[in-house]
C-alpha cells in the first residue's frame, strides 16, 4: 500500500536478521512465487504478476547479468523473447532496471518480474525464464532456468468496485507499484512466515477534484481530504469473516500511532480499521484504513454486494485518506488474487470508456 512505507522500512532494516539458506546441492536454484502465475486481464491487454526467489548454495556471492522470458507454442516452438542484459555502460544497460541483482553466497535473491504487459492476442501460457548469474566482470556465468505454465484467472466472486461516483486509483499493482514489490525474504515476512505477496493485486483508491487533487488547503485535518467519509461498499456477496474498529485517523506528514515492536506483535496494526470478507469459494477482500469508528459490520455477519461497510479514512500505515483493497486467496496474509470488477469505466481523452468487466489499475480514472 502507499501505506506500507513503515511495513517496507521495517523489511529492510530486519533483513539482516535473516538465517543463512541451508542447501546441500551445489547448484543455482530458482522458483516461481506463485508456483504457477496467474495472468491477469486487463482492458487492452493482459499482465504477468509473479516474483522468481533465486538461491545461491556456494561460497561465492553473484551477480544477475541477464534475464530472459521466452514464449513458446504449444508445440515448443519458439515465438518470442525478451530480455535485459549488460548490453551498454553501466548507466545505459538495461538489467541495470532491475535494482536488487546481488545474490548472497548461502542467500537467496527475490526478482520482480519485469516482462509484465502482453497484447492480448500473444500465447504467455507456455514460457520460460531464465537468470544469468556471474561473480564479479570477468567471472564465468551460470545460468539457471525455470518453465512455467501460467493460467488465465477465471473469477469466482462478481465484484464491484468499492466506493461509488469517480475514484481515482492512486497506485495499483502494476510494475512500478510498492504493491508489487514485497521481498518474501526479508525480516518482516519471515518473522511472520509469509511466504507469498498477499497484495500482488491490490489497490488505493481516493477521491480527486477536477485539478486531480485529493485535498482542500493544505490537507491538514483528514476532513480536508475530498474522500473522507466516503461510504466503503462490499465488493461482493460475503459472510465477514474478520473487523476492527477504533484506530485513530492519522495526520497528513505524522507518523502512523504504533512503532516497530508493536508491528512485531501484530501485523495488521498496519491496516488501520479494517474489513475481511469470506466470500466463501476460497476468495477473500480486504478493505483497509478506513475512518475511526465507521465500520458498521461485525464477524458471522452476512453482507450483500454494494452494501455499506465502513467509510473512508486514513487510519494505520496511512499517510493519504484512501482505501486499499486487495483480493486473496486466504483471510489472512496468503497470495493475491485479480479482482475483476464489473461494468467498469475508465476516463479517456474522449469521455469515459464502454464499460467491461475486468481488472483497474495505477493511474487510471474509473467510475
Known amino acids: 500500500m ?35 502465475p496467474l495472468v491477469e486481464r486487463l482492458r487492452d491487454g493482459q499482465q504477468l504478476n509473479f516474483d522468481l526467489l533465486f538461491a545461491n548454495p556456494g561460497d561465492a556471492k553473484l551477480e544477475l547479468v541477464g534475464l530472459e522470458l521466452t514464449r513458446f507454442d504449444h508445440e515448443g516452438h519458439f515465438i518470442g523473447q525478451r530480455r535485459l542484459d549488460r548490453n551498454g555502460d553501466s548507466t545505459t544497460m538495461s538489467i541495470a532496471t ?30 520460460r525464464v531464465e537468470g544469468i548469474f556471474a561473480s564479479g566482470d570477468d567471472g564465468p556465468e551460470q545460468r539457471i532456468a525455470i518453465d512455467l505454465s501460467p493460467r488465465a484467472f477465471v473469477p469466482k466472486t462478481q465484484l464491484s468496485l468499492p466506493l461509488r461516483g469517480e475514484i481515482f486509483v492512486h497506485d495499483g499493482h502494476d510494475f512500478l507499484a510498492h504493491h508489487r514489490r514485497l521481498d518474501i525474504t526479508g525480516g518482516m515476512t519471515t518473522h511472520f512466515g509469509i511466504t507469498s505477496n498477499f497484495m500482488r493485486y491490490a489497490h488505493d483508491f481516493v477521491v480527486v477534484d477536477a485539478a486531480g487533487k485529493m485535498y482542500r488547503g493544505d490537507g491538514a485535518r483528514p476532513e480536508d481530504w475530498y474522500g473522507y467519509g466516503r461510504p466503503v461498499l462490499a465488493t461482493g456477496d460475503g459472510v465477514v469473516r474478520e473487523m476492527h474498529d477504533g484506530m485513530a485517523d492519522n495526520r497528513k506528514g505524522g507518523p502512523p500511532p504504533f512503532d516497530q515492536a508493536a508491528i512485531m506483535k501484530n501485523l495488521k496494526l498496519f491496516l488501520g480499521n479494517y ?17 475511526q469508528g465507521s465500520v458498521r459490520v461485525k464477524p458471522g455477519q452476512r453482507v450483500k454486494r454494494g452494501e455499506q461497510i465502513g467509510a473512508m479514512g486514513m487510519s494505520g500505515d496511512a499517510f493519504l485518506v484512501h482505501l486499499h483493497y486487495q483480493l486473496q486467496s486466504g483471510p489472512g496474509f496468503e497470495e493475491g488474487l485479480p479482482a475483476y470488477f464489473r461494468q467498469v469505466h475508465v476516463r479517456t481523452g474522449e469521455g469515459w470508456s464502454a464499460p467491461f468487466d475486468g481488472a483497474v489499475d495505477s493511474g487510471m480514472m474509473v467510475r
Open 2 to 36: 502507499s501505506t506500507m512505507r513503515f511495513f517496507a522500512r521495517t523489511i529492510i532494516g530486519l533483513s539482516c536478521l535473516l538465517a543463512p539458506f541451508a542447501a546441500t546441492a551445489q547448484d543455482l536454484a530458482v522458483s516461481s512465487l506463485p508456483a504457477r
Open 98 to 127: 532491475v535494482p536488487n541483482r546481488e545474490l548472497p553466497a548461502h542467500g537467496k535473491l527475490v526478482v520482480f518480474n519485469p516482462f509484465t504487459r502482453f497484447d492480448a492476442d500473444e500465447a504467455v501460457d507456455r514460457i
Open 275 to 291: 474489513v475481511v470478507v469470506d466470500h466463501g469459494n476460497g476468495e477473500y477482500s480486504v478493505f483497509a484504513h478506513m475512518k
